[in-house]
């Protein structure tokens, strides 16, 4: 065990510390060089306990959900990637409300919640996204978003204590929330959702997903739509309209499927989704006057 792992060892078990794992084997778009530290937190304490230690020694440290909206560059990351995953991801259902652990997959609750014939969720079932990842971004998609279900999310915030917050104290935007603006780790949220009938219920989710199918390159490694939605355009079209539809750079390439969508085909490096991103930034730039501003969180070092 190296010197920095030893700081964690009295408070988590040896197999939740992991030393240079590739951020590549945790995130979607399947990119990224090592993490020194992989930690994988079982409960609240666990959590609190780790992040406290990374603020006390001044160790920087990255909260990751599934990695869906996330590029890491190749050289990785210097200090702890605290994974909040599988191993916190209980969801318990009171009613007509449920409540998750960060860790709990969008695609579980949206199927949990149509199983007990709840209508809210049916939007969030084909985003590849953990509920905390889902809550800090306010996911969306198909006219529905976090924003529109969620009753109360309970965080860490950065002073180190736990707060619970309502849906208007988390001040959910297009793609924001108070966490992202303010440093926040979120434990878990509540949803409130309503009563409806089953077989709709799985009618929309199963036509959502076969929009999903049918528009997006979903057998290629991505991070989903690359860019946020500019006010007044869609991304893609611009990116379509500036001809780069199918254009690569090293393996990453803008989807001949959807213009929206980096992918990489299969041996990208980092630094080639990145250059694309610039490239695709500014030709869009000069074509159409509008700047695109990346939706993917982009860590680690990237200017060559
Ligand atoms: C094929 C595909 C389709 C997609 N479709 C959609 C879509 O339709 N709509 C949409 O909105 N998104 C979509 N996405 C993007 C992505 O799935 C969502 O943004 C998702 O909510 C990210 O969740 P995550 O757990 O993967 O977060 P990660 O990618 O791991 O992290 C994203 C950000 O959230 C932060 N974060 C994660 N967990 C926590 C936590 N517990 N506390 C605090 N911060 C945290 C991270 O630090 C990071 O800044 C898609 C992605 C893919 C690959």
Redesign the pocket.
């Known amino acids: 065990m190296n010197s920095l792992a030893q700081r964690f060892s009295s408070i988590l078990p040896q197999e939740r510390i992991q030393s240079d794992v590739l951020m590549s084997e945790n995130t ?1 778009m399947r990119v990224g060089g090592p993490a020194d530290l992989f930690i994988s937190p079982r409960n609240e304490d666990e959590i609190l306990e780790t992040l406290c230690i990374c603020k006390a020694e001044g160790i920087p440290f ?9 590029v890491f560059s190749d050289e990785g990351y210097r200090g702890v990637v605290l994974h ?1 995953g599988k191993s916190f991801s209980d969801i318990t259902f009171d009613d007509q409300t449920l409540e998750a652990k ?1 860790g709990a997959m969008l695609s579980s609750l949206s199927h949990l919640a149509a199983s007990r014939s709840l209508t809210g969720l049916e939007f969030a079932s ?5 509920v ?3 809550v ?2 306010n ?3 198909y006219g529905g978003e976090i924003a529109q279900v969620a009753d109360t999310v309970t965080v860490l915030s950065e002073d180190g204590a736990v707060h619970e917050l309502s849906n208007s104290d988390m001040c959910f935007g297009y ?1 924001s929330s108070t ?1 992202m603006k303010s440093g ?3 434990l878990s949220a509540v949803f409130r959702l309503q009563p409806g009938d089953k077989d709709q219920i799985v009618s929309t989710i199963e036509d959502l997903n076969a929009r999903r199918r049918q528009k ?1 390159p ?1 057998n290629y490694p ?4 690359f860019f946020k939605r500019p006010v007044g355009y869609f991304a893609g079209a611009l990116i379509e309209q500036a001809g780069l539809k199918g254009y690569s750079i090293g393996g990453a390439q803008v989807s001949a499927l959807h213009a929206g969508f980096i992918i990489n085909t299969g041996n990208a490096r980092a630094s080639d989704i990145y250059n694309l991103m610039r490239y695709v930034q500014e030709t869009v730039l000069k074509q159409s006057g509008v700047m695109l501003e990346p939706e993917v ?1 982009l860590i680690g070092s990237f200017d060559a």
Do not use: D, K, W
Not at 126 to 130: C, K, L, T, V
């Open positions: 979607t990255f909260v990751l959900g599934n990695g869906s909206n996330v909040i960060a084909g985003i590849p996204g953990s905390g990842g889902a800090f971004m996911a969306g998609a793609r966490a926040m780790t979120i997006q979903l991505s991070s989903g739509s969180r």
